[in-house]
Every structure is written in C-alpha cells, then in structure tokens.
C-alpha cells in the first residue's frame, strides 16, 4: 500500500480571535500554502514553537488577553522563532500603529478589511524573501563548517609539521619522540598551575597555553646543526665542544626566523617557539647563555622550557646513563630556585610534582627506544653494539 506524500507547501500560521476571519484567511490561501489556525495568542506561540515552525504568521493586533504586539515581541525574543516572518493583519491604519508593528520586527502591515489580491502579494512576497534567507543561512552554514574542517586539517597538518621536524633533531641525539612529548606536557602543566599567580598568571591566558604546548617541541631545533662528533659524545664536551653545542640556541632561532620570512606573516607560534629556541639556556642569575640573561629579560616561555628541559634531562635514561628518580630531579630543581629557575614557576613545579611525574611515566622511554638508540651509536662510531 502506498503512502501520500507529505504535503510540503509552505504553511502559514492566521491568528486571529474572529473566527470569520479565519475562515477568509484559510478560503484565501488554502490552495497555495498548508494553513495553520489559532483562536489566541498563546496558541499561536504554542504552535509557532512547534518542530514543524509555520513560514509566516499573519498576526491580528486587537484580542483578548495576549495581544499581537504581545505575541510578536515573544516570536522575536526566542531564538528558534525569531526568523520567522511577521505580517499584521489589522484595523488599526494610523501610522503610529504601523510603525509600532515594524519597530516590533514585524515584515509586513496590511490594514482590514483585506483585499485578497494585495494579501496573497505581499504574503508571495514575504515567502520569496524568507527562501532566499533560509538558504544563504543553509549555505552560509554549511560554508562555516567546511571552514571550520579545513581550518582543523591545517592545524593537523601544522602540528604533524612540527613534531616531524622536532623529531628529525631528536634521532639525531640521545633523546627520543617521547622527550617531546613529555616536555611539551610539562609545559602545558605549569603555565597552567600558574594561571593565578599575581605576577605571571596574566600572561598566561588559555591562548598562550596552547601556543605554548604548540611550540615546546621546536626547542632544540638547532640540533641539527650540530656536528655528530659532539652531539653524541657520550662524555663531557672539552671548552671548544661546548661553544659548538652552545650554537644550537642560535642555530633554531635562525632556522624559525627564516621560515617566518618565507611565510611573510606573523605567526604566534613561531615566535614563541624562537624564544624558547633561543633562551631555554638562560639562567634566572644571568650565568646561562648564549646572552646571559637574568630573570624577567628572559622570555617567560624560555624560563618555562628550561625547567621542564632540565627535569626531563634529569629522569631519562641515555645510552650512557640511567635516568634519576623523580624524587631526585626534585630536589635538584628546587635547589636551583632563584639560581637556575625563576622562584615562581619552580614553586608551581612544586605543586604540580604528582601531575609531571604521572606524565614522565605515561611517555616513558621503552627498552625498544634504547636498543634503538645504541645501534645508531654503535653505527656512527664504528663499535659493535654491545
């Protein structure tokens, strides 16, 4: 057995306490739209909230109790029926009262008694209108998600770039995919810790979080211009080593500011990842490098990665090490408190030791990535891997 097919004309909502009127209104329009009837104001609002919401209302001005001035200024109030267009059927012709009606929202003003032709003209009118904005709203939505799903695949694209090119300066040390991780949590953890300190947490609004956890995993960027005689020597770089090692700072900064030309734009992202390339070295006392920077003159993302840099360097194992227990590490970064570290981030280090000793051991180093790390050793320098 076959179904009819819905009827999907457009509908319009007559309200109107005279039910004459009604009966003309319906007579009038039955042929070209679905006609829906309310005796009432607040019937009409009940069916004007419907699901299936009318196309237009032809609203009377004068009844009982809940009037249309009443029931227009509620239509508009509500969001699910504000759109809804609004046409005043009315005795009321004084300019006054049609300027009223407009003023309320309404589309349309048409004095009674009625003449059918200008009735179904302006309602024609009204419908053409109301499709016209139905799809640029349909298409306008329909643009914002699309939009917004090119906008997350180039944020997916950008932070896959990242972490590709942070990890490409990774295998080449002793660290793995996982020191990245780690220390971009960290980061994550203590700016958000110090979200209510009076000195720093104004600095660090949900935005600059995200850049900042965005960034971390560019901090040693500039390893790649290292040479592997020093990179990976396994014992204490003689004073000439270290001034080499030392470049890296300069190395990535340079690195993220060529790419910040070659974009043409300012990016946030890069520019605090060039901070933290820079001067994740620097010591709060000036003794860091490589411009010996003392306390606040030290970008706060920098003083940031140099504790989480510093901790994570502390508990990982390398092929030449075992890493530190965190109890340990712990101490070691509360002694450098006012020396190494800005006093207020390692009080948040403090407070947050539970959350960062619980991320180190969610990305820890497996055995796999230290086997790994031995035959890239033992292959570079031409030993059989023990």
């Given amino acids: 057995m076959e179904t009819e097919n819905p009827d999907m004309r457009p509908s319009i909502l007559v309200v109107d306490d005279t039910p004459d009127h009604l009966t003309l209104m319906q007579g009038l329009l039955k042929k070209q739209y679905r006609v829906l009837l309310a005796t009432n104001g607040e019937k009409a609002l009940k069916i004007a909230r419907d699901v299936s919401r009318p196309d237009l209302i032809l609203l009377d001005v004068m009844m009982p109790g809940f009037s249309g001035w009443d029931v227009c200024a509620a239509l508009k109030a509500d969001r699910t029926t504000r759109d809804i267009p ?49 799809f640029l709203h349909v298409n306008n939505s329909l643009l914002e998600k699309e939009v917004a799903r090119r906008t997350q695949e180039l944020a997916a694209i950008q932070d896959v770039t990242i972490i590709a090119m942070a990890c490409l300066a990774e295998t080449r040390d002793c660290d793995t995919g996982n020191h990245i991780r780690r220390t971009q949590h960290y980061m994550k953890i203590l700016s958000e810790r110090l979200g209510d300190n009076p000195r720093l947490g104004p600095s660090l609004d949900q935005a600059t979080v995200s850049t900042l956890f965005k960034s971390a995993p560019l901090h040693d960027i500039g390893k790649v211009g290292i040479p592997d005689r020093i990179l990976l020597k396994p014992g204490k770089y003689t004073p000439e080593e270290f001034e080499i090692m030392k470049t890296h700072t300069a190395l990535g900064r340079d690195a993220i500011t060529m790419a910040e030309t070659q974009l043409g734009t300012n990016v946030a992202f890069l520019s605090c990842a060039k901070d933290i390339a820079y001067c994740h070295h620097e010591k709060w006392d000036g003794s860091g490098y490589p411009e010996g920077l003392q306390g606040d003159d030290i970008p706060l993302s920098a003083r940031l990665m140099a504790v989480a840099d510093v901790y994570d360097a502390l508990i990982s194992r390398r092929v030449y090490k075992e890493g530190m227990l965190h109890d340990n590490a712990v101490g070691i970064i509360l002694l450098g408190k006012g020396a190494h570290f800005d006093p207020d981030i390692v009080d948040a280090f403090m407070s947050a030791a539970d959350d960062i000793k619980a991320v180190a051991a969610r990305f820890a180093d497996s055995d796999r990535d230290m086997e790994r790390k031995k035959m890239q050793l033992a292959t570079i320098s031409g030993d059989s891997p023990r």
């Fill in 86 to 134: 609004v046409i005043f059927l009315t005795t009321m012709s004084g300019t006054e009262d049609e300027t009223k009606g407009l003023e309320l929202g309404a589309a349309d003003f048409i004095t009674k008694p009625v003449n059918p032709a200008t009735l179904l003209a302006r309602v024609a009118t009204q419908m053409k209108v109301k499709t016209a904005s139905d």
